[in-house]
């Protein structure tokens, strides 16, 4: 079958089928951030110091990173319903143990493996997408999940933030592996196997990884993995820097916190639509990711220019940092739907490694751009601006087929 034919096939059940990937695709973001809010009462109950406390979220990204190396060749190989089961079992395990340890190491090590068995749903969710739709469809569908990847960790923060009222952070783990579960059991029950065996990779999963891991000698996969760590960077920079801006240097509470992320997520949901909506399938996703970076560069050059103002409004500062975020959901589309022109036998590897690029990068620039969150906005907005010229640059190195 055609993709042309499958995404005609398949388009009666778009709207059936995207809340349950939009549940598996969430399942990744809550993973790591629903604990945000909880880290303080994390810190206090265990005695550990504020930078240890900080790494029970690095542990997970860096996981969520790691895990989709294997995730992604693994659905390659053997289909794509089979690694959402297993890796399901594997994070409610990890999820029990973080919950009901009082050891530091083991829930570091708890979270670690969180991370890496959550990667399998939002991996497997890009796949399916590939494999079902064609065309306009795919890219309406790509910029859906797009959108739902960008707003959950820009929200998740905001609703853990009144989930404190009523549990524990142990209780957190536990809403996360809830949600994993059902998610899970869903997504088994309702979608179908969309890569038979005879369009899967040859020869099992080890050929797959080494398949996978050879994509990044494509200059295509490896500037299109580059795009992808700029876009996840900004996003992760905004995520360490804005709970202390908000809390700490403006002192706003709980209530408050949490409709400044959701004002941010539905301006970004909107950005998002359209650029999957209209500017990609109407002007290229080249142009798009053209866009996005002027978008994001705006914002930037509105940070460092408020940051050296002295200490602004705060509706100003917001929505400063909400145009630079607003400049990542217009161009997050159009890099997934560059990077899904491959066949089908390699769309998950392809995914898995513009993942892993991704989050590694947004692991390592969290902490960073956190320390100084207190201190100082210039250091964000000079990265925003460094971070959208990077994926200006890689517009040069792509063809869009």
């Not at 990173?65 to 390659?76: R, T």
């Not at 869903?186 to 050929?207: K, Q």
Request: glycine share 10%; charged share 10%; proline share 6%.
């Amino acid at each position: 079958m055609t993709a042309a034919a499958a995404s005609d096939a398949a388009a009666p059940r778009s709207l059936l089928l995207l809340p349950v990937f939009a549940m598996l695709v969430g399942f990744g973001p809550l993973t790591i951030d629903l604990v945000l809010p909880f880290l303080p009462m994390l810190q206090a109950d265990l005695r550990i110091p504020v930078a240890t406390a900080q790494l029970v979220i690095t542990g997970a990204t860096f996981g969520f990173a790691a895990g989709q190396l294997i995730a992604g060749p693994l659905s390659d190989a053997v289909g794509r319903k089979w690694p959402l089961g297993v890796s399901a079992v594997l994070h409610i395990a990890a999820s029990l143990i973080a919950a009901t340890t009082a050891d530091t190491a083991v829930l570091l090590t708890a979270r670690v493996v969180q991370g890496a068995a959550c990667t399998a749903a939002g991996v497997v969710v890009v796949a399916i997408v590939r494999d079902l739709y064609g065309g306009k469809r795919l890219v309406t569908m790509l910029a859906n999940l797009a959108v739902i990847v960008s707003v959950f960790p820009i929200l998740v923060p905001s609703v853990g933030a009144q989930l404190t009222k009523v549990i524990d952070w142990r209780g957190s783990f536990l809403a996360v592996a809830l949600w994993g579960a059902v998610a899970t059991a869903v997504a088994l029950a309702v979608l179908p196997e969309t890569l038979p065996p005879e369009r899967r990779h040859r020869g099992g999963l080890l050929p797959s990884l080494r398949n996978s891991i050879g994509l990044l000698g494509r200059p295509r996969v490896l500037a299109l993995s580059v795009a992808s760590a700029a876009g996840w960077s900004i996003a992760f920079s905004y995520l360490a820097t804005a709970p202390f801006l908000y809390t700490t240097v403006y002192s706003v509470n709980a209530d408050g916190y949490g409709l400044l992320f959701l004002a941010t997520s539905l301006v970004t949901i909107a950005t998002g639509q359209a650029a999957g909506r209209v500017v990609v399938p109407r002007f290229g996703a080249r142009r798009a990711m053209v866009l996005s970076s002027v978008v994001s560069a705006v914002g930037a050059a509105g940070i460092v220019a408020l940051a050296l103002a002295g200490t602004p409004p705060l509706l100003v500062v917001v929505a400063a940092l909400t145009v630079a975020l607003a400049g990542r959901s217009i161009g997050a589309p159009a890099v997934q739907y560059l990077s899904l022109q491959v066949p089908a036998s390699e769309a998950g590897s392809v995914t898995a490694i513009l993942g892993t690029v991704g989050f590694t990068a947004a692991g390592l620039v969290m902490p960073v751009m956190g320390a100084y969150a207190e201190v100082s906005l210039i250091p964000l907005g000079l990265f925003v601006l460094v971070a959208a010229a990077v994926q200006a640059g890689v517009v040069l190195l792509v063809r869009e087929d």
